[in-house]
């Protein structure tokens, strides 16, 4: 396979996964194309995370569009509008924690807002003889929690059987089914990632790794969930980023392929390392900022360990990490350092009123 795309639309491209991915289109690879940018900007999405990349690409190479993936008037016009030949499909409510207080965004967006685009995209690449161009793509970005949890040992292969245990994993894997669906039952050009934990800069600070080095720095405490021996996989954003550009342009129509860093912590051993480097360039001691971990109630349901087995992307596409974990702690932390301005602006509201300035107030 060797695609070429000239109008990639990102669906979520205003979220953590999905800036970083449009930034690495533009300034790691060749891609001469323009990106569509289509986010419903809920509390995770913010298009000032790409200011620059608007002022420096302008309306010819990067278009911003406020839309949601539910909304199959919208979706069809940036298709027609556009030419549209890619679909990058990040958009979703990504946050287990939200999808135990509030299942039902998880349902509409990641279930049926998929399915709104994938009968959005069957309609706008069907030929005249009704037969779907095959010069397309709908890359659909998943994740590992699909495939529950492990215990001690095993890895989560792309033959594993799905087993999903919240509404935020079982409302992906809902997803993933759909996905898999148009590609066997209309012939829809499809590919998938499932990936594992991501870490880096832009990510919303509810996840553990933002929210760990925000609170190290104001000196609140740092919530560890139940025993603190849970497991996740971590990789850096940018290595994601280019998986997923990996897959779109290698792998055969129809296939999934397993993202994962090889890079297991348990929580407590993670944030361990995290306090020593957040303590260093703060200019904390370290044992006052380690006498702030708490324990706290466990999440429900929390999925004990995931661990991806990568290894099939590797061999067949050549893709590799390229980040190790300590210099992608680094670089996150110094992030966060350098961009105090960007978390206060969402904590403080002041970017929601730039967002309503500039796009409308939100629905
Ligand atoms: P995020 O929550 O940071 O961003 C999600 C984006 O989607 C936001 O910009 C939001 O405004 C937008 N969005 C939400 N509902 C929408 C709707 N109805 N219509 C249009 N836009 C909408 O999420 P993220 O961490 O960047 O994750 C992106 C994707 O990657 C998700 O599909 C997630 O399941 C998947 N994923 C995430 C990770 C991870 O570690 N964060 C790992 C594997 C896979
Ligand atoms: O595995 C991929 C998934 O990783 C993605 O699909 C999700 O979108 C993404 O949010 C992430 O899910 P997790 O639930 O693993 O990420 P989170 O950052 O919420 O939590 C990581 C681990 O840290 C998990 O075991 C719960 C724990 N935790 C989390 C928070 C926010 C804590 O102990 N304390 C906390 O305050």
């Known amino acids: 396979m060797n695609r070429k795309f000239s109008n990639i639309l990102v669906t979520g491209g205003a979220g953590f996964i999905g800036v970083n991915f449009i930034r690495y289109l ?118 590992d929690e699909v495939f529950g949890s492990l215990g001690e040992t095993g890895y989560f292969t792309e033959t594993t059987a799905y087993d999903p245990r919240s509404p935020y994993s079982a409302s992906k894997a809902g997803s993933d089914h759909l996905v898999r669906s148009y590609h066997h039952t209309y012939g829809l050009p499809v590919t998938i990632s499932n990936c594992s934990n991501n870490y880096g800069p832009y990510q919303f600070p509810e996840k553990l790794i933002p929210l760990m080095i925000l609170n190290m720095l104001e000196g609140k405490s740092l919530p560890v969930y139940g025993d603190g021996k849970n497991v996740r996989d971590w990789l850096y954003v940018e290595d994601h980023a280019s998986a997923i550009w990996t897959i779109m342009n290698k792998a055969a129509d129809g296939e999934s392929y397993n993202v994962g860093g090889e890079n297991e912590w348990e929580n407590i051993r993670l944030l361990e390392r995290l306090i020593e480097i957040v303590a260093k360039k ?56 350098a961009n105090l301005a960007w978390v206060d602006a969402i904590r403080s509201g002041e970017y929601q009123k730039w967002i309503e300035a500039n796009y409308g107030r939100r629905g």
């Not at 406020?66 to 990040?90: K, L, M, N, T």
């Open 26 to 143: 533009f300034e790691k690879t060749g891609f001469s194309g323009r990106i569509v940018n289509f986010d419903a900007l809920t509390y995770a999405g913010n298009p000032a995370s790409l200011r620059d990349i608007a002022e420096r690409y302008g309306s010819g190479r990067y278009v911003f569009v406020r839309g949601d993936i539910r909304d199959r008037a919208a979706v069809d016009q940036v298709f027609a509008d556009y030419g549209i030949d890619a679909v990058v499909h990040f958009a979703a409510e990504s946050h287990v924690d939200r999808s135990i207080l509030g299942p039902k965004a998880f349902i509409t967006t990641n279930v049926m807002g998929s399915f709104t685009l994938l009968e959005a995209a069957r309609s706008a690449w069907k030929l005249s003889d009704g037969r779907l161009r095959d010069d397309v793509l709908f890359h659909h970005v998943s994740t």
């Open 282 to 337: 703060a200019g904390k001691p370290v044992r006052a900022v380690r006498d702030t971990i708490t324990y706290v109630r466990d999440r429900p349901g929390h999925d004990r360990r995931y661990a991806i087995d990568c290894s099939l992307i590797k061999r067949e596409l050549g893709w590799k990490q390229s980040v190790d974990f300590e210099g992608g702690l680094e670089r996150t932390v110094d992030w966060y350092l």
